[in-house]
Each structure stands twice: as structure tokens, then as C-alpha cells.
């Protein structure tokens, strides 16, 4: 059969695509510097199901919370469906799971039918609070070009293919309730399924088709093709969009952070510095223990996307541009230049960018350009009071302030950069134990005052 | 308000053979900052009368380097970090308690894999099961009948998930709790954190604890608690900033603690 093979072409190139891209966003994220991860596997995996499963920190706000639930619900189950076509696809068959499941099927596609109708709606809802409310976090400075058509891109595409759904299930429902002779006599007995009965929501679009049986077989398929060609390119269009987060949710929240927000990891080679000079006994003259002369200093802190660790990296593809982090951030409330979502897009943008150098000039190319600077200001990084507060708003469990605070320690380790306020800090620390100039044989004095 | 409060250090109390229950670190800013001493007095009287056996490190005590570490100072830290492990180690610490959420958080999450690991308490919930045992009792005070509501320091509560301890100390004066909009995990941070309160705020069109102060404004609420003496200096500035030191006094846990047992 000429479709079959034209489909199972189309069916593999896309999936070919898909996974090509899906490694190239791997290599991606395994640019970062290892942190492990693999501990405590039943928080891990409760996690995840609370928050990318359950999706439980998507009812702090409940409105767009329920929309979201309809399309991610939807989006799950539909994926049944599509898992028919695409065996009705390779086998030249009609409904294949309707002889396997009998009347049941039909319970399964109203349910389908009525869940293709609330993505409907819970798109439609979300272009209005998008492009007529205009909720102000879709429309901050960071929300222009690609960031911006892409959230509407997706919309647009669901709306279509869940159209596409329920057209196809119009124009099948009149060709399945036409008698069977009369299906032969023009060739179409593959829809003689003996199906009777009407589609909860496509039954009144029924009224929509035209009587000719040709011009519904035509409908039928094309709607079919429409769909599943649909689908590839949605599949194909993910990886570059923000929807990544349908797939990377799920790793992401697994292998979040299980520690208390605010408790920031010691860098070790810091510790190791440090001990060594607590450590009498140490030589600093001593020569460096075999193997360990070409080894590349550690940089302390991050200047580009390859000094953060893979989770970070994972993050910012992660992120889903919904601006929750920005809409509580303490700093971007009161108008100063920080906002936790551009960090996000920042790093993945720059981890696109030095992805594609990679694949283009190979691994050891330098573009002369960094994360910071090139992409975030300092101003922004210091504007950042390690609140959490967008940590803690977060739907997938990104941790925004753990980059902020990984480029500072370029900044005050590299470059000794920084503000000239808290040099004096380091000074009096240093020198008295508290920040400010008081002698630390005063530190008892407040007991006698 | 006169009696004279009692504050052993761990060198005397070592030197006459005696082990303290637990450590009172007090921090950098309930050392020297004036307001912020006042807490520190609160809390001692506390645990004076509680007859809790404490020390403090006094002039052994310097920075836990919170500031530094949010800043990126990630040397100086662990210079500090490990000069305190040394000294509590050599006193062989095993609990503290601190008003200070940095050191808080500091000491309990980020010492114990430099070799500092203690058992670290807020002040509020020290005090919180201080009344839970009827080791001290409040009655009166001039807030009974009063307003207050509770601004969370994001070190204590987001950051440690210490959201009810302080609210159950507030419950226990006859007062009306009555929470801000943005609360508990929602709530706004006052400004200072992250070694923000050791410098200029970055270029904006607001200063952030103005911002929260119109939380507090709009409770209605004759104080303000908290339990952060950052937190204590953001609100006072905010509330004069608005003009209201007569109306709302930003006070610490402890303080309306103090002030209800009449100490
Ligand atoms: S931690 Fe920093 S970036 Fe995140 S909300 Fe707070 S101030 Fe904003
Ligand atoms: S970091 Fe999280 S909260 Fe912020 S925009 Fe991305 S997904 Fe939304």
C-alpha cells in the first residue's frame, strides 16, 4: 500500500529529526560541569510526581492552573489516539482499536473528544489573557521576538490539530452511518465498521459535511493527514521552543534540588585552598601530585555556560517563559534590571549559540563572547537579594539564583569586581569579623551598654 | 527594666568546668548594631529567666560569612566558616541557637560539610518550646489586645521552611495575628539579603522595603514582628520613610516576648 509507505516515511523521518535535535540538546547540557545528582532516589522520584505529574505548583494560581491542567491532560491522553493513527497509519487499517476494544472505544473517543474541546478552550482563554488582557508578565522587556511568537506559535498549533481531531471525527461519523452497500458501491468499505452511535462532541459537526461520499472520504483523510502530519511537526518544533518543558519537566524536577533553598553548595576547590592554609603541616611549595601539572585550573564561579553544572543547563531548557519568577522577584517589582526569567533565556541562548559553534568550528572554537557581559549585566546580578522567592514560584523547580550567585563568584574571585561597598565588607570581615568597622574585642560590649 | 541580665561566655564557663546546653551565637549585627542589641537583650533576658544554661563566644565569635558568600566571596567565607568550626569544635559545641536567620542558615545548611555540624535553632522556636514547657509564662505587656502581623525573613521561611514557630509565639499573646498579602512562602523580602543590606540598592523606581512596607501599612497593624534584625532595619526605615513611627513599631519576636512575661 502506496500511503502506508508514504507514511511510514514521513513517520520516521520525523522521528529521525526529532532525536537528532534531542541529542544535540543533550551534548548541550552535559557542556556543564558534573554535580551529582543521583541521591535520595525516593524524594527524587516523589518529587517529580508531585510537581511535574501532579503538577502541584501550578495552583498558585488557580485560573491558569486549571487551563494548563486541560491541555497537559489532554495532551496525555490524546496521545492514545495518535498512537492508533499512527498504527492505522503503518497497517493501511481504520480504527484498529476498535476491534480490539469493541464498545468501549467509543467511550474512549467521547472522552477523547471532550478533552480535545477543553484544549481548545484553555488555549483560546490563554490567547486572550496573552493578547487582550495582556497579563503584564507575558509583556515584560525580556517577551519580544521568538520568546513572543513562540508561546503564540504552540497555540496556534494546538488549536489547529484539535480541530483537525474533531473534523475527522465529523466527516467519519457520517460515513460510518451510511449503509454498508452503498459505502462499497464507491469503494469506501473500510469505514463499514458497524460503528453506530454518535461522537459526544463531533456529532454536531456533522451537519457541517457535505452528502457526497467522495467529498467526505476526501475530508476524512485529509483531516487525517492534516492531523499526523500535524503532529510531526509539532514533535519537531519542540525542541526549539519553550514546550521543551512537556519532556525535560520531568528530568528536571527528579533531579532538582532537595536542599533547603537557601543553603548554597561550598565550592570545593575553595575548601581545598582553604584547608590548606588552616593547614600548618602544608607545604605550599610542594610539587603538585603526579598527572595533576596539565590539569586546567579551576575558574571559581561562572563566566560562561560551561562553568555552570549540567542541572543548570537542564534549567534553562527547562524553562517554560512563564515569567512566575519575574512576576515575584523583589528586584524586577521595584523596577531594577534583574529578572530571574532573562537569566534563564540568557543561558539558553547562549548555550544554543555555543552549541551551534561547536557543530560548526569545532569544540575548541572561541567566539570571544561569554554569559556574562555578553548576555547578563552585572547590574543585574547585584541587584539580586537571594530571596528565592522565584525559586520557590517556580512550576518546574528552577533555581535561578543559584546561576546569579555562580556569576558573582566570577566577578569577586576572577576579576575582583563588584560593588566598592562590599569591598570594604571583605576588608572588615577580614580584619574585625563583622562587616562593619567595629573591633572584634568590642563584640561583647552590647552586654554591659 | 533595670536587672542586670546574665551572659556567661564559653571561656568562663569551660574555665569553671561547666557545659553550656546550648550556644547563643549572636551575630555580627546583634553585636554592634544599637537596635539590633536590643534583641539580643530581649533574648537573653528570656533565657535568663527560662534559666536556660547558655554562652555566647563573645570577642571568640566573628562573622559567619553569610555576606560574603552571597556575594560571591566565596574565600572569605570559608576562611570565616572554618575559623568559627574551629573554635565551637574546640568547645565541643553540639546546639545553637541564633536570632540572626543568615547565621541560621549558615551554620545549619552550610557549615556541617565544612565540619561544623550542630544542632541549629532559630530564636523563635527556641522560645517557642520554652512556652510549649511552661518554662516561661506571658500574661500582660503593653501589646495585649493589639494588632501585629508577622513579616517572614526569607532565610527563615523559604529558605528553612520555619513558617509556624513564630506565628504559635505571636498566638500565644493575647493578640490579633493578622497576615500581609504576600505571606509565608509568598512573602517579600525586606530588601537586605543576599549583601544587599551592605549596599547601594541598584538602580530602580522603588526601594524594595518601601514596597513591603505598604504590605504592612495596609494590615492596619499597630506592629510589625519579625525575626531578623535586617528585616527589623528594612520596616523601621519604611515606616518612617511613610511617616507612621507613631502608629506601627517594628519589633522582633523576642521583644514581644520580653515585654509580655515583663522582663
Ligand atoms: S532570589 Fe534574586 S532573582 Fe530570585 S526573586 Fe529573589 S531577588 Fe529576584
Ligand atoms: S524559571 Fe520557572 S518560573 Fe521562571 S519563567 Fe522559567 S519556568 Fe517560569
Known sequence: ???????IIILAAGIYVFAKKVGVIRRNILLGKDIDR???????WKTMARVAMGQSKMSARPVAGLLHLFVYVGFILINIEVLEIILDGIFGTHRLF???LGDFYFMIINFFEVLAVLVIVGVTVFWIRRMVVKIPRFWSKEMKGWAKNDALYILYIEFVLMSALLIMNAADQVLMATPVDQLEAAGLSKYALGLDGKFAVSQFLTGLMPENLDALHYIERGAWWFHIIGIMLFLNYLPYSKHFHIILAFPNTFYAKLEPKTELNNLESVTKEVEMMFDPSADPYAAPPAGAEDAVPERFG???????????????YTCTECGRCTSVCPANLTGKLLSPRKIM??????????????DKNGADYDDGKSLLNDYIKPEELWACTTCNACTEACPVLIDPASIIIDLRRYLVMEESQGPSELNAVYTNIENNGAPWQFAQADRLNWKDE | MENKIKVPTMAEMTASGETPDVLFWVGCAGSFDDRAKKITKAFVKILNKADIKFAVLGTEEACSGDPAKRAGNEFLFQMQAMMNIQVMNGYNVTRVVTTCPHCFNTLKNEYPKLGGKYEV???TELINNLLEAGKITVEGGEFKGKKITYHDPCYLG?????YEAPREVLGKIDTALVEMARSRRNSLCCG????????????????IFVERTEDVLKTNANVVATGCAFCNTMLTDGVKRFNKEDEIEVLDVAELIANAADL
Do not use: C, P, Y
Not at chain 1, 1 to 7: C, G, H, K, N, R
Open chain 1, 38 to 44: 543521583s541521591d535520595r532516589k525516593d524524594e527524587r
Open chain 1, 345 to 358: 533565556m540568557d543561558t539558553r541562548d547562549r548555550l544554543e549559540e555555543v552549541g551551534q559553534n561547536i
Open chain 2, 121 to 123: 535553632l532559630h530564636h
Open chain 1, 98 to 100: 476498535h476491534s480490539v
Open chain 2, 192 to 207: 537586605a539579603g543576599g549583601a544587599q543590606m551592605f549596599k547601594e540598592a541598584e538602580k530602580g523606581d522603588k526601594e
Open chain 2, 158 to 162: 523559604r529558605g528553612n521552611d520555619v
Open chain 1, 302 to 316: 561562572a563566566k560562561d555556560v560551561q562553568d555552570l553544572n549540567w542541572k543548570q543547563l537542564m534549567d534553562s
Open chain 1, 1 to 7: 500500500m502506496i500511503s502506508s509507505v508514504i507514511f
